[in-house]
């Protein structure tokens, strides 16, 4: 059994990188939850359970990060000292910020939800196309700084998302 500072992808055994299999990290994460769960260890007294309850929400942690693409790529890349630090770097590469532009100039305009929607779209595909250079840079160049230019340009993506989604949601009321 990994200690409780092994990293997540030790804890969950699984490959250090990005690209991941769903399937596999959810049959882990409920036979850790099996193996850790408190209830086990009610007969081993007070400070078995305890300890059973930090593996319990350590494994959830680890879970949480593993399953999301964004967590994922900020976990790496923090490992691998590329910190996203997307409070004080804002740097993004420039065609970038001329699609952040346009975005927030068409959302602007929007008036119809089929507008809404087409920036919806294009939002998405944006996400998939940031998800796989991510995965390229991660697992195959292994090029973390420039990984984590990527991730901050996927949290902007991720957020813009959800402001499209609350307008769009906000015109079905």
């Not at 990290?25 to 007969?43: G, I, M, N, S, V």
């Not at 420039?94 to 100039?105: G, K, N, P, V």
Request: charged content about 25%; aromatic content about 8%.
């Amino acid at each position: 059994m990994p200690s409780l500072q092994s990293n997540d992808f030790e804890l969950f055994d699984v490959p250090v990188q990005f690209a991941q299999d769903s399937v596999v990290l959810d049959a882990r994460w409920k036979e850790l939850q099996r193996e850790a769960h408190p209830d086990k260890f009610a007969a081993q007294g007070a400070a078995a359970q305890r300890l059973a309850m930090q593996w319990s929400v350590r494994i959830n942690e680890a879970y949480q990060r593993l399953k999301n693409p964004l967590k994922r790529a900020v976990y790496l890349c923090d490992m691998h000292g590329a910190p996203i630090e997307a409070e004080s770097n804002t740097a993004m590469p420039a065609d970038f910020l001329i699609q952040q532009m346009q975005w927030r100039e068409a959302l602007e305009d929007a008036v119809s939800l089929e507008d809404m929607e087409e920036i919806a779209a294009q939002a998405l595909s944006s996400k998939c196309e940031q998800l796989s250079k991510i995965e390229q840079l991660v697992d195959g160049a292994k090029d973390f700084a420039a990984a984590a230019n990527q991730v901050r340009a996927l949290m902007f993506i991720e957020r813009f998302g959800s402001e499209v989604d609350a307008r769009i949601d906000s015109l079905g009321q």
